[in-house]
């Protein structure tokens, strides 16, 4: 099957590709939670944060020119500011950091408001420096244009020289007079949810209208991811829980650290044993699942192609026989019950909780249920993984596999735009699916070159 690897960062990348133009997107996207201090997996990584404040600045932030009456003349320069409550302190010292200029200090707020906090630029270069971390990051929204004023003048001002004529400062400084602060527009998003928020937008595009993201995360980062998924468009239609019982505790041995016995036996943190998925779908073009499944292909998933082998008796628990009988792979469930099928030859209907071997026997000797019903994949292995795999977050190909296979039509496109070291891409490739991945570092591009050209 034919795939594409792109090397770059995803929210460029992604701006690349046609609208419509891919069937289903797998991916697993960095948790930020600083993993193994991977930068990768950071909240202020580049370029998500830049594109993190640009998008602060489209909303809060202020290009203006300021007049200012001096013993013997008038001048006129550049200001750039942020005004945010004093509790986003953090976000406007980050800004700062990020920049590496200006000057912040308290500020009282308006009327009953709670006091707040001003970032100020106001020296020629420091004014330079933003410019050019603007055009890195550029502005999308309602300050692009105060933007490309605001640096008008800022040559202006840069090329004057004392003495000379101000009437072009003058009559640039009145195109800019009336420039809005926008401080009371609503709170900025929180860096992480706004980061999945830049890509998750951009994905939406590509992907035809129906058609599933499947994403990984985090336990404590989930309802970031959820909350940038779902702002960037996307329904949230349900999570699958992958269990694994290999997880390691990192956890805090308060106790030691006290060195008190009363403290013995309490720490900071449970074992990982799940990642959750989320599933979300891209909302249909047309009025119905199946109208729309007939023009674009997506907006089901493929529930006989994924049903997990049993050799149990199933009682089928659709309300007739009728209602029983399997519609296809796109069937409607409000008009075939359960989309149950008679004897249940295919095996049981696929699950939101997936299980390693563990977890799978610790179901089986705690419960008496049998986890056969559920779909079972183990933490990739050395031989899964391949030779010279230093990806420290791979994740199995047989797991990928089944989760391209439950959204992705016959013959369909998949998109990871978080590649990795190729793994969904190893999937894809092996159940039928054409394959493009986009990934950031050249060292884990390589990998995944090499391991899709071993399998395409």
């Given amino acids: ?17 046609p609208d419509n133009s891919v069937d289903s997107v797998v991916t697993d996207p960095p948790y930020l939670i600083d993993f193994m201090g991977k930068s990768w997996d950071s909240t202020t990584i580049d370029p998500a944060f830049g594109h993190y404040i640009a998008g602060i600045v489209d909303g809060e932030g202020c290009f203006r020119v300021h007049k200012a009456h001096g013993a013997t003349s008038t001048t006129y320069t550049c200001e750039f500011n942020i005004k945010l409550r004093d509790d986003d302190s953090l976000i406007l010292h980050k800004i700062q950091q990020a920049m590496g200029v200006g000057r912040l200090h308290a500020c009282a707020g308006e009327g009953n408001s709670k006091p707040q906090l001003k970032f100020v630029v106001t020296k020629i270069e420091d004014c330079k420096k933003v410019r050019r971390f603007f055009e890195n990051f550029p502005l999308r929204a309602k300050k692009q244009k105060d933007f490309v004023h605001w640096c008008k003048h800022l040559d202006l001002w840069a090329a004057h020289t004392y003495g000379a004529d101000k009437t072009a400062l003058r009559e640039s400084y009145e195109e800019m007079k009336d420039v809005r602060s926008y401080e009371n527009t609503k709170a900025p998003m929180n860096p992480a949810a706004f980061f999945h928020y830049l890509w998750a937008k951009e994905v939406l595009r590509v992907l035809k209208p129906g058609g599933y993201l499947l994403s990984f995360a985090g336990t404590r980062t989930y309802h970031r991811m959820v909350q940038g998924i779902e702002d960037g468009g996307f329904e949230i239609r349900d999570c699958i829980m992958w269990c694994y019982g290999q997880g390691f505790p990192k956890s805090l041995n308060i106790g030691k650290e006290t060195g008190l016995p009363e403290h013995e036996g309490w720490g900071t943190a449970l074992k990982p044993a799940v990642e959750p998925i989320v599933v979300a779908r891209k909302p249909l073009s047309e009025s119905t699942v199946a109208k729309n499944v007939l023009k674009w292909g997506t907006g089901g998933l493929n529930v006989d192609g994924c049903r997990v082998e049993t050799a149990d008796v199933v009682t089928n628990h659709s309300r007739s026989s009728v209602s029983a009988v399997s519609k296809g792979k796109y069937g409607d469930s409000s008009a075939q019950g359960t989309h149950q099928t008679d004897g249940q030859a295919l095996g049981r209907f696929p699950a939101n909780l997936i299980l390693d071997e563990e977890a799978a026997s610790a179901l089986d000797e705690q419960s008496g249920i049998s986890a056969a019903r559920f779909f079972y994949c183990a933490k990739s292995s050395k031989s899964d993984r391949g030779e010279g795999n230093v990806h420290p ?51 884990y591009t390589a990998i995944a070159e090499t391991r899709l050209a071993g399998i395409a």
């Fill in 393 to 443: 977050t791979c994740k199995p190909t047989s797991l990928m596999a089944y989760l391209c296979k439950l959204i992705t039509p016959p013959g369909g496109l998949v998109l990871d735009p978080f590649a990795g070291s190729g793994s969904t891409g190893v999937g894809a490739i092996r159940e039928g699916f054409r394959f493009v991945c986009i990934e950031r570092e050249a060292e």
């Fill in 1 to 17: 099957m034919t795939y594409s690897i792109l090397q770059g960062d995803c929210l460029a990348v992604l701006k690349t590709l």
